[in-house]
Structures are given as C-alpha cells and as structure tokens.
C-alpha cells in the first residue's frame, strides 16, 4: 500500500474512534438513544445522498429490503443504541477497547452459522488470546462497580457481538454493493431508533447544551457517515482485507481521546488488555498459508 492509503486508513480509524469521545460528551446531557437516533439520522441523510449522487440504486420497496433490514438492525441500530448507552456507565476509552472485539465475536459466530469457515490453531489461539485481553481490560475495578459498571461493559460487547453477527450475515448476501449496504443499513436504523426515542425519551422536552448537540452532529457526520464513506473508498482501492486493518487502530484513538482530552485515567491493566485484544484480532484475521486448515 502506499503511504498516501495507509494515512486514509489512519483517518479513517480516528474518525470512527472518536465516536466513543464525542458519544460521551453528549450523555452527559442527553439520554442515550436520543443520541443513537441523532447519529443514524445525520448520517443517513448523508451516506444516502453520496450513494445515489454515484448512481448506487437502492432496492425497490418490498422482499428486496429484508436482507437490508437485518443487516440495519444488527449493525446500526442495535450497535448504535447499545454503545450509547453503555457510555453512560463506563468512560469512552474502556468502550472502545471492548468494541475491538469484533473479530472474536465473528470468529464464533462465523463457526456456528457458516460451517464452511476455516478454524485453524492460530485463529483458536486468537480467541483465547483476545478472551484474555477483554477480562484484563474489564479487571476487578468492574465488579466493584455493580450494577452500573458490569451492565454498561455488557451493553458495550453486546454492540460488538450484534456488529460481528451483522458482518457474519452479510457474507451471505454474495456481491452486494457496499455503498448500498452502508446507505440501506443507516436508512433502516434511522426511523427504529427515532421511533424507539420518541416512545421512550420524549425529546421534544429535552434542553440539551450546545456541547451536547454539537457532539450529536460531530458524531453523526465525523465519527460516522465521513469514515464510512472513505472506508467503501479504501475498499475500492486496496480491498475488503487490507481496509479491515483500520479496526486495529480505532481503540488506540479512543484510548487516546478518553485520556488526554477527556482526563480518563485507564490503569496499566487496560493497556495490557488492549494489547491482548490487538493480538487476539491480528492471530483471527492473519491470511492462510496454502494447505492449512
């Protein structure tokens, strides 16, 4: 790659990063999904309008829109209104860290719903290696902050396993446009989460501080619909595999936000933790060598 795209990957895992920094301002005024709602919306209006201004026809009302609905769900709408409100309990970089779990989680769920994936000793040695990272970045401190801690660390793996089968169930929607994917998923995840923010949190009576709108809007447009846009441009210059390194890098940036701007304090268990989680994902995701199983 050259150095020009390995910065595009850079930025783009810093913009996706920051969304545990700018969705940890906002709670501080705002109930959670009130803010997945805004985040979808924004960025919706947004991905939509880039797609179709590229000529990506978004399927016609009815059987083709099941697929889209699923993968919007899984991947937006429950991810979106999970990570919000886990962020409302534990700080923005212990979020990021645990959102790096992805890859186990597709690991597993790759295991159990496409038989063909290939499960090799490096990828179990992976898991297991990434299952220890996430018990040492949780650490006793978690436990000593029942309930509120332990249930916003759940709420927050939660959002990573829903990704994770999200990304499993896209597989097997064959060669489908990413473009359309990422348009048609925020577009589904917008009305569920209005519709789940008007019934449950009553907006309209909220009087939120310009610093909490102003994190909705950055993490709407920056933290989501730029990153998703450059992400589907890297995908076309260097492909799915080599773009996907840029989940490698999106904790180190909330790490990075929650400690030096937000003043969090993440202790040397945390770091280690993270490093068990890199790794963990680096083993999963490591190509093949020819003939192994």
């Known amino acids: 790659m050259t150095l020009r795209q390995w910065g595009m990957i850079l930025l783009t895992a810093a913009l996706f990063g920051s969304s545990f920094f700018f969705i940890k301002l906002a709670v501080a005024d705002l109930p959670p999904m009130t803010i997945a709602a805004g985040r979808a919306l924004i960025a919706a209006m947004l991905v939509a309008a880039v797609a179709r201004a590229f000529g990506a026809a978004l399927p016609r009302p009815g059987r083709d829109w099941r697929p889209l609905v699923v993968v919007g769900i899984l991947t937006a709408a429950l991810p979106y209104a999970l990570i919000a409100?886990?962020?409302?309990?534990?700080?923005?970089s212990l979020g990021g860290i645990l959102f790096a779990t992805i890859p186990l989680f597709s690991l597993f769920l790759s295991r159990a719903f496409l038989p063909d994936a290939p499960l090799s000793a490096g990828r179990i040695a992976?898991?297991?290696?990434?299952?220890a990272g996430v018990a040492l970045a949780i650490g006793p401190g978690a436990l000593a902050g029942l309930p509120g801690q332990i249930t916003g660390?759940?709420?927050?793996?939660?959002?990573?396993?829903?990704?994770?089968?999200?990304?499993?169930?896209t597989r097997s929607l064959g060669r489908a446009s990413p473009l359309v994917l990422a348009a048609g998923q925020l577009l589904v995840a917008a009305p569920l989460l209005a519709a789940a923010a008007l019934?449950?949190?009553?907006?309209?009576?909220l009087t939120p501080a310009p610093p909490a709108l102003g994190a909705i809007l950055?993490?709407?447009?920056?933290?989501?619909?730029?990153?998703?846009?450059?992400?589907?441009?890297?995908?076309?210059?260097?492909?799915?595999a080599r773009a996907s390194i840029l989940t490698l890098f999106m904790p180190v940036f909330a790490l990075l936000l929650g400690t030096l701007v937000l003043g969090e304090r993440p202790g040397p268990a945390m770091f280690a933790g993270l490093v068990l989680i890199l790794a963990g994902a680096i083993l999963i995701n490591r190509p093949r060598r020819a003939g192994a199983r």
Do not use: K, N
């Open 85 to 92: 409100a886990g962020q409302t309990r534990i700080d923005s």
């Open 126 to 131: 992976g898991a297991l290696t990434g299952l």
């Open 153 to 169: 660390v759940a709420m927050t793996l939660a959002a990573a396993a829903s990704y994770a089968a999200g990304a499993v169930y």
């Open 199 to 205: 019934l449950t949190e009553r907006p309209w009576t």
């Open 218 to 240: 950055a993490v709407g447009l920056v933290s989501t619909a730029l990153p998703t846009l450059l992400f589907f441009r890297l995908v076309r210059e260097v492909g799915p």
